[in-house]
Structures are given as structure tokens and as C-alpha cells.
């Protein structure tokens, strides 16, 4: 069988998670979220956020917790802004825009945005009723290309986008991989006073499944559940995220696979690296973009899976290596071995 670099969550769940899941499987609790784990899992997270003010809820998966923020968020003649490497614009079958809000991209190098990019677009659209309205500024921490936000910079975009009353939701799918990224500033805690909204990510970092989206903005909080339940995304279950969340965070085992997934990928590049091997972006967590000849590219996909990102040339592509929360050292070291005895050729 192939060792697969294809994506985070080709794996079922850690371990600790699957006997939690086990070991309270015929305890009975309350549904739709008022379990008591769901329930101790968001004092939890409330607590290393240091965030009375914030409002976490529950939900299955990543696309559903972007649909259902900013449908919530949005009148419908509002819309969001974002990158044009945004999950939301190129890989959830236009679930945004379905809901009757029209996504605004804007071309990044790196996949992030800044106020300057963004002035632009509101320059634009200038509040008329013959156009959509501005309203959310859609992020990914880390991003679709696997770079991250500094601290520094997501202070200047919260500061601009409440300056210009525009609500700033942070995508979570892979932020335990932006927050210990090895030249990450950026810490947990700061995300209750710089976003509006933002998730956190269970699917892609040792959850079965599972997004917690946090809602700090108190202004924004108000009848949220209903919007969860009208989009069907209230588990009467709801223990089952409930659990997950609290093991993950409990003993910050949530932060120690998201390391893991980057160590692991910061090797493969390390080498790379060494070995004059460009890449697509530089990035510190668990993706990474690295430009090959072609014939390299095919040798190593005898037995290794990866996404072939972007055709550089007739002669090179861009490959997408992903790293997980269970990548293992043989992983990366069979994969760095055989990529040796190709190049050594």
C-alpha cells in the first residue's frame, strides 16, 4: 500500500479519542449539545482562550461551518472578500454564493490578506444599491497554501476591518498547524479580541469529525442556534463532538498533533531544501508546495500519493504534500529516501 501525503484526515481518529467515544458510549446525556461533555469542553476551550465573552458551538464539518457563519452573518444583499486561494471560493461547489451572498476574491501571493488589498474592493463598491455590500472578510489560518498570519498582521486587518465595520471570520480547518508552526507569534488566547468569528479545526487534527466555531463577537451571538438547527447541522448526538472536543483539548493533545503533522513536513523540506529543490511558497506548517521534474514526480508516485498542484512547465509541476496528526517518522524517512535514490541518479 502507498503512504499517502494526500491530506490530513485520511486517517480515522487518535486513539485517545476512539476510547473516549468507547468508554462513554452507554452513559446517557441530554442531546443537541447540552451533554456534559459538550458542555465541559466549551468551558474548556473558553478557558484557554481566556474568553468569558465567547460563544462556541458545535458542528460536523469545515464547509458546513463556513456556510452557516456567513449565511447567519450576512443580510442578503452582503457579501464576503476573499482570497482567490479561499476554501470557500474554489472547493466548496460555490456553498456560499448558493446562499445568496456573492464571494469577492482578491489575487494574494501568499494566500493572505491585508488591509491593502482590501481597500481596493471597498473603493468599488461604494455602499450604492446597485451593488453587493462588503461586509466579511473571509481568512484561513494557515491558509490554502500553507502559510500563516503573525501576530502583527492579523492585528493590522482587525484593526481595519472594525475601523470599517466589516466582520472578520477566521477559517480554523488547520489552525492547531498555524499555531505551532515553528515561527508562528500568534497564541491562542489573541483570537478572542482579533476576530469576530473563527473555528477551530477537528477534522483535519485527530477528530473523526468536528469544527468548534467560536463566536466572540457579542453582537453577532444572538440566535446563532437557530441558524445551526434550520441548516441542519444540530446533532441531536451532539455528545459526539462533545467528546471529541474535550479530549482534544483537555490536555492540549489538540496542539501536540497539529506540531507533529509540522514536524514531519518541515523534514521533507529541510532536505529539499538541502538539496536545491525550489517550492511553490515557503511555508512552516504541515503543506508544502515543492517544484519537481516531471519524471521525479512520477517515479515517487509508484509509492507515495500526493496531489499534483500546478504545471509549472512542460518539464516541472508543483506537487502538494501534506503531512497529518499521525504521520509517523517511516513515513517521512521512506518518502526522503526514495526521493534520494531518484535524485542521486
Not at 108 to 113: E, R
Request: glycine share 6%; proline share 3%; aromatic share 10%.
Amino acid at each position: 500500500m502507498k503512504i499517502s501525503f494526500k491530506n490530513d484526515y485520511s486517517e480515522g481518529a487518535h486513539p485517545n479519542i476512539l476510547q473516549a467515544l468507547v468508554n462513554y458510549n452507554e452513559d446517557q446525556q441530554p442531546g443537541y449539545g447540552e451533554d456534559f461533555y459538550s458542555v465541559k469542553a466549551k468551558e474548556i476551550i473558553k478557558s484557554k482562550l481566556k474568553s468569558e465573552k465567547s460563544e462556541i458551538f458545535f458542528v460536523s464539518g469545515g464547509t458546513q461551518a463556513n456556510l452557516i457563519v456567513i449565511s447567519s452573518l450576512l443580510k442578503p444583499y452582503q457579501a464576503v472578500i476573499s482570497a482567490t486561494s479561499g476554501h470557500i471560493l474554489n472547493n466548496e461547489t460555490g456553498a456560499i454564493e448558493a446562499t445568496g451572498h456573492k464571494v469577492l476574491g482578491i489575487e494574494t501571493a501568499d494566500g493572505k490578506l491585508c488591509p491593502s488589498d482590501i481597500i481596493p474592493v471597498l473603493e468599488g463598491h461604494k455602499n450604492v444599491p446597485h451593488q453587493v455590500m462588503p461586509k466579511l472578510v473571509y481568512i484561513s489560518n494557515s491558509t490554502e497554501l500553507g502559510t500563516i498570519y503573525q501576530l502583527e498582521e492579523l492585528q493590522e486587518l482587525s484593526k481595519f476591518c472594525k475601523e470599517n465595520k466589516l466582520i472578520l471570520f477566521m477559517d480554523g480547518a488547520r489552525l492547531a498547524q498555524a499555531l505551532t508552526s515553528e515561527i508562528n507569534d500568534l497564541k491562542f488566547e489573541q483570537l478572542a479580541d482579533l476576530t469576530d468569528v473563527f473555528y477551530i479545526g477537528g477534522t483535519k487534527n485527530g477528530a473523526l469529525l468536528g469544527e468548534g466555531i467560536v463566536i466572540n463577537n457579542p453582537n453577532l451571538q444572538e440566535d446563532f442556534a437557530f441558524n445551526i438547527k434550520q441548516k441542519g447541522a444540530l446533532l441531536a448526538k451532539g455528545r459526539v463532538l462533545g467528546i471529541q472536543f474535550l479530549e482534544l483539548f483537555k490536555d492540549d493533545l489538540y496542539f501536540e498533533l497539529g506540531k507533529n503533522a509540522n514536524v514531519q513536513a518541515m523534514k521533507i523540506k529541510k532536505f529539499m531544501t538541502e538539496n536545491e529543490i525550489q517550492f511553490l511558497s515557503d511555508t512552516s506548517t504541515n503543506q508544502i508546495f515543492p517544484i519537481l521534474e516531471n519524471s521525479v514526480r512520477e517515479k515517487l508516485s509508484e509509492h507515495f500519493e500526493f496531489y499534483v498542484w500546478q504545471k509549472i512547465d512542460e518539464t516541472q509541476s508543483a506537487i502538494r504534500l501534506i503531512t497529518s496528526w499521525n504521520t509517523k517518522d517511516f513515513m517521512t524517512d521512506e518518502f526522503i529516501n526514495s526521493l534520494y535514490e531518484i535524485i542521486r541518479k
